[in-house]
């Protein structure tokens, strides 16, 4: 081969990189698109709005883009999916007993169907890692997810000032996956430490006073669901995020006072008397309905520690478990890890605390990073805040739970990467 055949076929592997290059480019922006789209439709849910969009499933087409565009970038760029790390191992043990109990399940149906919202939540968690994996691309699906939740927060706004069918007469609620109080406030406060991050960095002043807005219209929304859990879950998604950093804690005082001055003018009275009764829980009806599912959970462990009923079968063994005293209404049970244990036994209970204990250390120490710190501690402020509400309520397939350590970790894999380059950096 002579020296033009040499140099030319140098330039055509040149070009052959350069054109690999600009397609995992292409093809990774289109996974953050898809990322971004797929937290928009989610909490916008453009659906209950305009009916038309409903045909179009806007939400899941824009997941599937998001996972198709993560594989494709895999395949053209050559870099590996990244999954977050040794620990997931233990969240993937967990998902997979979800398929697993069809073995021994007592509603075969039910556990069909959470076996494929299992895959969802690990095609989330999976996708979201890859495709936030810069802190500007973090940065923008923090900021996104909190303008997005207008949606369901103005919407459950409106609801309230309407009067429209409220839930015991006083509670709001929206539509869809936010019919229910409870899961209306857990899915803003999931989001509620990104909007006060966006006041918080924001340059430009109109963005500061957009997202502080932003915060308003979400903290109205968790009070007009009455949801006590969700008031509890608010206030400390607020304080833990804002306690992180340089007069941290004198700062998350200061906004304290202001929330309570806040809720103190403009609380409805039917929000102080619901959130007055956690000081008489004996008396409360919906305690009381948690108590019962707490009493079939017992008989459950008893007879199938290692296995529970199957998974999303703990209503169905309702009827085979409860007292007599529980009549014949369901619940169901009212916390994630208890829901766990009564679906798949305490192995797999085992297993999502362990991985969630993990996970919470990690993305606590990356909020000390001095690059992507103040995003740690937004993600873990709001995990902190959503998994108070699921000790209260339990739904352990839950799009946002799986969003949340997603960006967490995604957080953490930045902050061990900025190291490993300063550490070479002095070598």
């Known amino acids: 081969m002579n020296g033009t055949d040499t140099a030319a076929l140098d330039a055509s592997l040149l070009a052959r990189e350069a054109w690999i290059a600009r397609a995992g480019r292409r093809w990774g922006a289109l996974a953050h698109a898809g990322a971004l789209a797929f937290v928009a439709m989610l909490y916008s849910s453009p659906q209950f709005w305009w009916p038309a969009f409903e045909r179009f499933r806007l939400a899941y087409a824009s997941a599937a883009i998001l996972a198709g565009a993560v594989v494709v970038h895999r395949v053209v760029s050559g870099e590996r999916i990244r999954v977050g790390g040794w620990g997931t191992v233990l969240v993937f043990a967990y998902l997979s007993f979800i398929p697993l109990s069809l073995a021994w399940t007592i509603d075969r149906n039910e556990t069909l169907r959470q076996s494929v919202e299992a895959w969802k939540m690990a095609v989330i968690f999976v996708a979201v ?239 000390d990073d001095p690059l992507v710190g103040i995003e740690a501690r937004a993600v873990f402020g709001a995990l902190v805040g959503y998994l108070v509400c699921e000790m209260a309520n339990g739904y352990s397939m839950s799009w946002y739970l799986y969003f949340l350590f997603a960006c967490g970790l995604a957080a953490v894999r930045m902050a061990r990467l900025r190291r490993a380059l300063a550490e070479e950096a002095v070598a």
């Open 129 to 367: 890692q890859n495709a936030v994996d810069t802190r500007e691309r973090l940065r923008r699906f923090l900021l996104v997810a909190a303008l997005a939740s207008l949606g369901p927060a103005l919407g459950g706004i409106e609801v309230w000032r309407t009067g429209d069918a409220l839930v015991d007469g006083f509670r709001t609620h929206w539509r869809g996956n936010y019919a229910d109080p409870n899961r209306l406030a857990m899915s803003v406060i999931a989001v509620l430490p990104f909007a006060l991050y966006g006041a918080w960095t924001a340059r430009q002043r109109w963005a500061r006073v957009a997202f502080l807005a932003v915060v308003v219209a979400q903290i109205a929304c968790v009070v007009l669901t009455h949801s006590r859990s969700g008031t509890i879950g608010a206030g400390l998604a607020v304080m833990v995020f804002l306690a992180r950093g340089r007069r941290g804690v004198p700062r998350a005082l200061v906004a304290g006072v202001v929330l309570a001055g806040a809720l103190a003018a403009w609380a409805p009275e039917t929000f102080w008397q619901r959130n007055a009764t956690l000081g008489n829980l004996e008396e409360d009806e919906s305690v009381q309905g948690r108590e019962h599912a707490w009493e079939v959970l017992g008989v459950i462990v008893q007879e199938r520690p290692l296995t529970g009923v199957g998974a999303g079968a703990f209503l169905s063994a309702w009827y085979r478990y409860a007292p007599l005293s529980a009549g014949g209404h369901r619940y169901v049970a009212h916390n994630i890890l208890l829901e766990i244990v009564g679906d798949l036994g305490v192995l797999a209970f085992a297993l999502f605390a362990a991985f969630a204990a993990w996970a919470l250390r990690l993305i606590w120490r990356a909020g």
